[in-house]
Every structure is written in structure tokens, then in C-alpha cells.
């Protein structure tokens, strides 16, 4: 079993910061990415930033130059800071995690969300 579980959400004003943290516990043989997704109301779910095994990040265009995906170490957490928001990253957002249980299985992981309200 793998569990997920973001945390940092919550209001802030437009031009602020956040920083959420993801961690992935549990059977975990090799985290091969973990990416950030997010979903506004009335929107579809879009993929914000990624970082896989060997530390390469890419970015929605949106976000790049304002949001930086990072990992200390090997430990199964990640963060996202998140600078200079605006109230169009107003949104729930989701760690994905893909993990790798053993060498012969290997699947992808949610987290429950956390809610990021930026006001203008």
C-alpha cells in the first residue's frame, strides 16, 4: 500500500507565496516522478510540474519562472513553491506519484488535494 498526502494550502493574496509539501508512504521500491497537477472549478485537471528519478523538472507555461518543484535528497517528499500568485492559480492541487512497488510493479498515486485560494 502507498499513500500520498499533500499539505500547505490555503488563502493568500495575489502576489504572495505558498509552499506545499507531498509525501509518499509506504511499499515504495523506486519513486520514478512525482508531479503536481491542479483543477480549477469548471476545468479540467492540469499537469503543473514534474520531477523524475533523476532530478530533470519541466513546468506548465503558466507557472514557469513562479513555481519550483524540489526535492531534498532522496526522501519520498517534494515541495512546491509557488511565488508572485495570481487568482488564476486558484485551483485544488494534487501530488502524483509515480511509484514503483518492486521490479515488476509499478503504478500512480493521488493524494487527496489541498485547496490553494489566491485573491486579487
Known amino acids: 500500500q502507498v499513500q500520498v498526502k499533500e499539505s500547505g494550502g490555503g488563502l493568500v493574496q495575489a502576489g504572495g507565496s505558498l509552499r506545499l509539501s507531498c509525501e509518499a508512504s509506504?511499499?515504495?521500491?523506486?519513486?520514478?516522478?512525482f508531479n503536481w497537477y491542479r483543477q480549477a472549478p469548471g476545468k479540467q485537471r492540469e499537469l503543473v510540474a514534474s520531477?523524475?528519478?533523476?532530478?530533470?523538472?519541466s513546468y506548465a507555461d503558466s507557472v514557469k519562472g513562479r513555481f519550483l518543484i524540489s526535492r531534498e535528497g532522496m526522501k519520498n517528499t517534494v515541495s512546491l513553491q509557488m511565488n508572485m500568485l495570481k487568482p488564476e492559480d486558484t485551483a485544488v492541487y494534487y501530488c502524483?506519484?509515480?511509484?514503483?512497488?518492486?521490479?515488476?510493479?509499478?503504478?500512480?498515486?493521488w493524494g487527496q488535494g489541498t485547496q490553494v485560494t489566491v485573491s486579487s
Open positions: 502524483n506519484v509515480d511509484i514503483s512497488s518492486s521490479y515488476y510493479a509499478r503504478d500512480q498515486y
Open positions: 509506504g511499499s515504495i521500491f523506486v519513486i520514478n516522478a
Open positions: 520531477m523524475n528519478s533523476g532530478g530533470s523538472t
